[in-house]
């Protein structure tokens, strides 16, 4: 019993403080069922690495020396020296997405490049806040509703924030359904959300679906060759899906991989939520940075679709243009939730598919392009 109170009496307020984060964690991931796969082991290896003395941490012990606790090894070895676990991760989301109705309708792209202003203007912002530049590109890439490439722009720069970027991409990603909405509403009128968009879908043949992902990787080397390892993974994951012959290694890809990676990628961050590091000042201004950064994405691409309808013979929805950011599919799920509570009859699911998809790849060559400025 004396080992308990000892126990207790070592946990600091800051310590205390983390166990509500997590248990926060915990419940949106099983009460509200956001993002559960990541915010579940978040939030429970949030708990584990603020124990006292916690065994999931490296520590010297006398008489033993030194001890590898299992989370700081995992991120030692997964992120902080290779980055696998966000690239292994990039391998099955790509093989999860059918760039189909992008490659039908090309003109989406320009939506998914659209949605990434809030990336750069945030990154302005966070510098005149006085982040150092480092952690200000990290704090800005929040912006591209992409957990995995946050966390590894993140490290990658080494920002001192790793923990609060982590934890703010993936629950702005959660909160997808509701963030959305209320950005968009916003800047767009009943009327403009209740416009339609006739959906004609084009045959894409065999073998573009296989060069596609080729031709993307040259390109991302090419322009911003940081990409590389983001943009290459995700079309290789791809190129798996869509080659015809590895169907086996495709479903595996996008199921058994995905799924442990997923597992092990959510608890390894926890290590950068050490009390010390995230119960601070700047974390909170940077949760209120990554909400900035998501909100202005979404609007930004709504603007930029009202802007494209000066010109266009062919109308966009503006609300098309919110769905360039890289949440997929939630995204394009909430398009076509609001079209459709605008007039029953407007489905633009199909469209916003297109877009998000697009921001899916806009997102991972901002994050290169990043890395090419500030590495």
């Known amino acids: 019993m004396s080992f308990l109170w000892e126990g207790l009496l070592a946990i600091t307020w800051q310590q205390a403080v983390m166990y509500v984060v997590g248990g926060i964690l915990i419940y949106l991931a099983i009460g509200k069922q956001y993002e559960p796969a990541l915010l579940l082991p978040m939030g429970f290896g949030a708990i584990l690495v603020n124990l006292p003395a916690s065994g999931v941490l490296d520590q010297v012990t006398q008489g033993v020396g030194q001890t590898h606790g299992i989370i700081q090894w995992l991120f030692e070895n997964g992120i902080e020296i290779s980055e696998a676990f966000p690239l292994l ?37 966070a510098t005149a806040l ?17 957990g995995p490439t946050s966390i590894l722009v993140s490290q990658v720069l080494k920002s ?16 997808v359904p509701i963030i959305q909405p209320f950005a968009i509403k916003l800047v767009t009128t009943k009327k403009e959300r209740a416009m339609r968009m006739p959906y004609s879908p084009g045959q894409v043949s065999r073998r573009t679906r296989i060069l596609f992902p080729i031709v993307v990787s040259f390109v991302a080397g090419i322009v911003a060759p940081a990409s590389v390892s983001l943009v290459g993974f995700l079309m290789f994951g791809n190129l ?69 309808n000066l010109f266009c013979k062919n109308k966009v929805n503006p609300m098309v243009g919110a769905a360039g950011i890289s949440a997929f599919p939630m995204s394009a799920r909430v398009i076509e939730k609001l079209g459709v509570e605008a007039d029953h009859q407007n489905h633009l699911l199909m469209h916003a598919v297109g877009a998000n998809v697009a921001g899916q790849i806009a997102s991972v060559v901002a994050g290169g392009v990043i890395l090419g400025f500030f590495m």
């Open 240 to 308: 798996i899906r869509e080659c015809g012959v590895l169907n086996n290694l495709s479903e595996t890809a996008q199921h058994e991989l995905a799924n442990l990676v997923t597992l092990l990628l959510g608890i390894t961050i926890s290590f950068s939520m050490r009390a010390e590091q995230f119960v601070t000042k700047e974390t909170l201004l940077i949760l209120c940075l990554g909400l900035f950064a998501f909100v202005l994405d979404s609007v930004g691409g709504v603007l930029f679709a009202k802007l494209l």
């Open 89 to 125: 991760l990039f391998i099955g989301i790509g093989a999860m997405i059918d760039f189909g109705p992008l490659l039908s309708n090309p003109k989406m792209f320009l939506f998914g490049a659209a949605a990434q202003l809030g990336i750069f203007l945030t990154i302005i912002l």
């Open 160 to 175: 001192r924030y790793v923990g609060a970027i982590a934890v703010a991409a993936y629950s702005y990603m959660a909160l």
């Open 130 to 146: 006085q982040f150092d530049i480092r952690d200000a590109a990290s704090i800005g890439i929040i912006g591209a509703a992409d």
